[in-house]
């Protein structure tokens, strides 16, 4: 599944050394450990904390960061997470010291933001190549993936990632090392954690098919252990484990998306409940059809109050370009999709990787991965919930300098503004961060 207007190596989700798409959030709710909020029946990670609306003091949208490709990183590909105190946190792909990725931390400043490297990967036993962004616990310390390097085995020539753990005070501790065998290989997206601190994420390869896993670590006698919960098939569940963060409900439920596989060969959506002794059942929730219909998910799942699911799919629709779906819940648990809007290619963009952020009650926005200038430079969308009326908040490539292709979704600040990543563009040309006020 090759995508020709990714760029920087984003085109192949199945080629592991390369950026995973992602999107898509969630955590939990409050313990003692973790720091979560609830909408409606579903945890989502704390991302309005309360940055200063960078965007909002420069007019409507400002790049207020610039990736040099040096020490602080290069091709942002990755969300955004917020601290208390407002500063945001992510991921990119290349740079830094031996060239294999960062983790950042970048703090509001008079209209700009100022970004500290909090680790460069060495690309060996710390892994290589971070995607999607990392998560928080309450105390401040880090969780994310690496799609390559790690001491787990040899994929592909390399190694075959890790989960990470970057505590408060700076110290780098690996806490899975993948083996590529039947645990899974080349995870490429953010963790989530549910509320008794279980930690889950996705692979899009390995496992007992080699068609990925989802898969749980859990933190049990001063030491991560990990269980795959469930092997795809390739069948009627899916295949290739989505890189975009798992949905967790308050039950523990986990809601997600497989990128291909099922019963029409364009994905799934799925859910997995948690039974009596470790048990797990896994339930197909749609099987989607394609053009003209919703086909080929790569945004994570997101839900409102009433429990309906919102993603994006990277083809299908009426257009083939891409769609917004709906999936409504029905009685005894039955999924049926709404499509609610179809890319067209144009100034509208098109190719949607993102997972989307309930702006509102009636509004979902996020972001897709081209179209809208004649740069094929991506946009940042809003789509009524109700409706289906699309309108565009911004399109990449307005000026020379604004960021190209942003592939991961939009954050709130605590002003109410928006900020996403692109993996391209910017002033040196490796991505930036850019703010919107909405």
Not at 209 to 230: A, E
Not at 369 to 393: H, M, P, Q, Y
Request: hydrophobic share 35%; aromatic share 12%.
């Amino acid at each position: 599944m090759k995508n020709p207007n990714l760029k920087d190596g984003l085109g192949d989700a199945r080629r592991r050394a390369e950026p995973h798409w992602t999107v898509r959030g969630s955590l939990t709710m409050h313990t003692k450990r973790f720091r979560f909020f609830l909408t409606g029946a579903f945890v989502a990670l704390f991302a309005a904390a309360s940055v200063v609306g960078a965007a909002a003091a420069a007019g409507t949208h400002q790049v207020v960061y610039n990736f040099t490709g040096g020490n602080d990183g290069g091709n942002a590909a990755t969300d955004l997470v917020f601290d208390s105190n407002g500063n945001a946190y992510g991921t990119t792909v290349v740079g830094g010291v031996s060239g294999c990725g960062t983790i950042f931390k970048a703090t509001p400043a008079q209209g700009q933001w100022v970004v500290q490297t909090l680790w460069s990967f060495s690309c060996f036993n710390d892994g290589k190549n971070p995607h999607g962004g990392v998560t928080l616990d309450g105390a401040g310390n880090i969780y994310g993936t690496t799609v390559a390097g790690g001491s787990g085995g040899i994929c592909d020539g390399d190694g075959c990632g890790v989960v990470f753990r970057l505590g408060h005070g700076g110290a780098m501790r690996t806490i899975y090392n993948f083996t590529g065998q039947l645990d899974g290989f080349g995870p490429g997206g953010r963790v989530v954690f549910d509320r008794s601190g279980n930690l889950y994420g996705t692979t899009p390869d390995g496992g007992k098919n080699g068609m990925g896993v989802v898969y749980q670590l859990s933190f049990r006698q001063n030491h991560w252990k990990q269980t795959v919960i469930h092997a795809f098939t390739g069948r009627n569940d899916g295949s290739t484990g989505s890189l975009g963060p798992l949905l967790i409900d308050t039950n523990g439920t986990i809601f997600g998306i497989a990128e291909l596989g099922g019963a029409y060969q364009a994905g799934t959506a799925y859910k997995i409940t948690p039974g009596a002794g470790g048990t797990w059942t896994f339930r197909t929730l749609w099987a989607f059809r394609g053009l003209p219909d919703a086909g080929f998910p790569y945004g994570g799942l997101i839900a409102d109050a009433s429990g309906d699911l919102f993603g994006t799919t990277y083809y299908g629709g009426a257009n083939g370009l891409g769609s917004v779906y709906e999936l409504k819940r029905g009685n005894f648990g039955a999924y049926h999709e709404h499509l609610l809007y179809s890319f067209q290619g144009g100034s509208d963009g098109s190719s949607p990787t993102t997972t989307l952020l309930l702006a509102s009650s009636n509004d979902l926005v996020g972001t897709t991965s081209a179209g809208g200038n004649t740069c094929d430079c991506g946009t940042i969308f809003k789509v009524s919930a109700r409706t289906g009326a699309e309108s565009i908040l911004y399109r990449f490539g307005s000026s020379q300098t604004d960021g190209a292709y942003p592939y991961y979704g939009l954050s709130f600040d605590m002003s109410g503004d928006l900020v996403t990543s692109t993996v391209a563009g910017g002033s040196f040309g490796q991505g930036v961060l850019f703010g919107i006020k909405p």
